[in-house]
C-alpha cells in the first residue's frame, strides 16, 4: 500500500441504516479506512477526546482515512458498528470495555472486518485486543495522589464497574497507603461514562464532605465535570487520563497518566495490512513505552514531590513498587 504523503483533514456526513454518521477523514493515498465509535463525545476533554485523537494519529502515520460516531448509546452499539462493516471499513475501534458484546456480536457476523477493542478480553481470527496495564495505571495515579494530598483525602470517580476500572481503583488505593498510610480513599461509580453533571456533582459532594483534594477519573466525560467541580474551589487538584491533558501552568491537572493509544491502534493498523490479524491481545505498559508520566504543573507540583514521583514510577517499572 502506498503511504500518504500530504493529508487533507476533511468534514463529511454518512447516512447508513437508521443512523447518521459525522465524520472525520483523511484523504490518503492508501485504500485502507478505519471507524471509530464512542458512547461520550470526541470533545469531552478526557477519554473520548484522547481515544479519537489515537486513531486519527494513527490514521495519518498509516495513511488510512478515518470516520466516527460519537454520543452513541448502548442499544446502538452493534448497529453503528454493522453500518460501518457494511461500507466496508477495515477496521473497526471500539475504545472500551463495554463495547465487548457488540463487538462479539458483529465480529461474528462479519468475519472480514477487523476490530480492535480497547481493554478487551476477545481474541479471535477477526479481533485483537489492546490492552493498557490498568495496574500500573492505578499506581501511578495513587503514588502521585498520596504524595500531593494535603488533607489525607483523595478521590476516585469510575464510570461503570468494569473488570479494568476496578482493577485501576484497587492499586489507586494500594498505591495510595503504600505512598501515605493515613490517606483515606473515597470512591464512586458514576453509571455513565457521558454525563458531565453527574462527576461534578460526585466530586462535588466528596470535596465537601470528606474535604478530598486530589481526584482521579476513570468516567470520560464524568471526569470533565469532576475538575470542573474541582477549578470552583481552591486547593482541589486533578490527575488526568488517557492524554496528556495537563501543561505546566494548570491549575487544576497536577499531571497526566498517558497512554500511547495511537501506538497501540497503530499495530492493530499494521496487522491489517500484513494479512496476519486476530488471536492476540497487544499490552501496553511502562517498560514498552506506551505507558508514561505526563506533564506536571509545575505551578502546582514541587520539583521536590516531582522528584520524589518519579523515583516512585522508577520502581512501579522495576515492579518493586508493591510487590506481589
Not at 496476519?276 to 517498560?287: A, D, K, Q, S, V
Amino acid at each position: 500500500m502506498k503511504k500518504r504523503t500530504g493529508a487533507v483533514l476533511l468534514a463529511v456526513s454518512l447516512t447508513v441504516g437508521t443512523v447518521t454518521v459525522p465524520a472525520t477523514s483523511v484523504a490518503a493515498e492508501g485504500d485502507h479506512k478505519v471507524a471509530m465509535l464512542l458512547d461520550s463525545s470526541i470533545s469531552d476533554g478526557g477519554w473520548g477526546a484522547s481515544c479519537y485523537q489515537a486513531m486519527v494519529d494513527a490514521a495519518e502515520e498509516m495513511g488510512w482515512e478515518t470516520a466516527y460516531t460519537d454520543n452513541v448509546k448502548t442499544s446502538d452499539f452493534a448497529t453503528v458498528m454493522t453500518d460501518y462493516a457494511d461500507l466496508e471499513y477495515d477496521l473497526i475501534f471500539a475504545p472500551g470495555n463495554e463495547y465487548t458484546d457488540a463487538v462479539v456480536q458483529v465480529s461474528e457476523e462479519y468475519p472480514d472486518t477487523y476490530f480492535c477493542l480497547l481493554n478487551g478480553a476477545i481474541e479471535t481470527d477477526n479481533v485483537i485486543s489492546v490492552m493498557p496495564d490498568a495496574q500500573q495505571i492505578g499506581y501511578l495515579a495513587g503514588a502521585l495522589a498520596g504524595l500531593m494530598t494535603q488533607t489525607n483525602n483523595v478521590g476516585f470517580i469510575g464510570g461503570m464497574e468494569i473488570d479494568t476500572t476496578k482493577t485501576k481503583l484497587e492499586c489507586y488505593e494500594a498505591a495510595v497507603k503504600k505512598v501515605n498510610p493515613d490517606v483515606n480513599v473515597s470512591s464512586a461509580y458514576a453509571g455513565s461514562y457521558d454525563d458531565a453533571a453527574k462527576g461534578k456533582e460526585i466530586a462535588s459532594s466528596m470535596v465537601s464532605t470528606y474535604d478530598v483534594d486530589v481526584m482521579f477519573g476513570d468516567a470520560s466525560a464524568v471526569d470533565t465535570g469532576a475538575r470542573e467541580a474541582l477549578a470552583d474551589t481552591e486547593n482541589k487538584f486533578s490527575i488526568g487520563q488517557p492524554g496528556d491533558l495537563g501543561s505546566a501552568e494548570d491549575e487544576v491537572i497536577i499531571c497526566s497518566v498517558v497512554t500511547d493509544n495511537a501506538a497501540l491502534v497503530k499495530e492493530c493498523m499494521e496487522a491489517v495490512e500484513a494479512g496476519e490479524y486476530g488471536n492476540r491481545t497487544i499490552f501496553g505498559n511502562l517498560e514498552d513505552g506506551c505507558l508514561q508520566v505526563g506533564t506536571f504543573s509545575d505551578k502546582l507540583v514541587s520539583k521536590e514531590i516531582q522528584d520524589k514521583y518519579m523515583e516512585l514510577v522508577e520502581q512501579i517499572q522495576a515492579g518493586t513498587f508493591i510487590e506481589e
